[in-house]
């Protein structure tokens, strides 16, 4: 199981101090997020991508290349990769080169993302956000597994004799998780080609979540990549800590109201009983987030959402303590404890070489069987 965070990069507004964060201190900000991350021993960082304000992550690789050189142990990973509007070559140079500067502690989520104009912006049409994405993968994983290419599709100039540089380290791709949270289609994408399937989980109702994890679930194992069980999960989550709850309430209160993702909604108590925001003391945010196996089952990676609306660097770093001393501990425990034997770790760039040279060593051997049936004897 690993746990983590994932940041859109959002600048809002802190409603107890009128203040906005630059676009400087904003992208720092993120930077020393991730950099505690590691500090408090937790498994993933992850970025989103926008192209539009308030947000600043336009480019994710050069984010993380940054924090691969900082780092020494977390995976790096994006909340979100467009792979409608990014061109996949340029999606399969830029994280194998990550992977190469990273030593492999590299995987990334595709999605389609929710800004409608950005599509016009990089040339695409929004209504064909699905047929891009499942163009644009099939692409992307040919250029990762090929050495030289010839492909022609509906939205990209054809590749003749292309080959993509650098080729993926120890030549296994980045894992690769895809993100919905609407779209059945991409949770068949996923189950057909054996990937992961990440749940945003944030704004939804837990039945929502249920329903698209089950039918990935269903398909997976349709396509024979193993049971249902197999499947490979991620979920995303929200939380605000104090070592109460009333004193939590209280501090994340102000924020609720005046985010732009949250106010003129439903009350605080009202998104929190019917979404999986969790506002209150480490106990609940333990109790709660236990609980989501119990509509998913069990699954992979678990990443919180915490630097946003408006929360100032200095809380979320505190936060991350909270998460990092008192809730993290307690649930890799909780959820080792009675965890069937054929559901799988989460995957790393290590496990995936190991899948890959067994893969190999069985090909090898029957294409030695196979020789030795055709000539026996030491026939030629």
């Keep these: 199981m690993q746990f983590g965070i994932f940041t859109v990069g959002d600048m809002t507004t802190d409603p107890t101090t009128g203040e906005t964060p630059s676009e400087h201190t904003r992208i720092k900000a993120m930077v020393a997020i991730a950099l505690k991350v590691e500090e408090v021993g937790l498994d993933v960082f992850a970025t989103g991508e926008h192209h539009n304000p308030p947000f600043v992550p336009s480019s994710p690789t050069t984010m993380l290349g940054y924090i691969a050189a900082q780092t020494s142990r977390i995976i790096l990973s994006t909340a979100t990769t467009l792979i409608t509007t990014n061109d996949p070559v340029k999606i399969a140079e830029d994280f194998a080169m990550l992977q190469h500067l990273a030593d492999g502690r590299v995987d990334l989520t595709l999605g389609r993302g929710n800004t409608g104009p950005v599509y016009p912006w990089f040339g695409k049409d929004i209504r064909e956000g699905i047929p891009l994405a499942l163009e644009n993968y099939a692409l992307l994983r040919r250029l990762w597994r090929e050495e030289v290419i010839d492909w022609e599709g509906q939205f990209r100039t ?4 292309f080959q993509s540089t650098p080729r993926p380290l120890d030549g296994v791709p980045p894992f690769v998780w895809h993100g919905s949270i609407r779209s059945p289609e991409i949770a068949e994408q996923a189950a057909y080609y054996g990937d992961g399937f990440f749940s945003n989980h944030i704004f939804w109702p837990a039945s929502h979540t249920a329903k698209m994890v089950q039918f990935y679930r269903q398909r997976f194992e349709h396509y024979g990549h193993g049971t249902a069980a197999e499947a490979i999960v991620g979920l995303g989550g929200q939380v605000f800590m104090n070592k109460n709850s009333q004193d939590a309430k209280r501090d994340f209160r102000p924020y609720f ?14 998104f929190t009983s019917q979404t999986p925001l969790t506002v209150g003391s480490p106990q609940e945010v333990i109790d709660r987030t236990l609980g989501f196996r119990d509509y998913v089952g ?12 408006g929360l100032p660097l200095k809380t979320v770093l ?7 001393e008192q809730v993290v501990p307690v649930l890799r425990r909780e959820f080792a404890k009675n965890r069937p034997a054929d559901v799988p ?9 190991i899948a890959a040279d ?12 196979i020789h030795d049936e055709l000539n026996p004897a030491g026939g030629e």
């Design 345 to 353: 770790e989460a995957p790393t760039h290590e496990s995936l070489v």
């Design 298 to 309: 069990n699954y992979q990676r678990q990443l919180w959402l915490m630097d946003h609306a």
């Design 257 to 270: 109201d005046n985010a732009p993702v949250y106010g003129n909604g439903p009350s605080m108590e009202d």
């Design 158 to 161: 054809a590749l003749q004799g």
């Design 358 to 369: 067994a893969t190999t060593r069985v090909m090898d051997a029957t294409t030695a069987v």
């Design 318 to 324: 505190e936060q991350l303590d909270i998460l990092g």
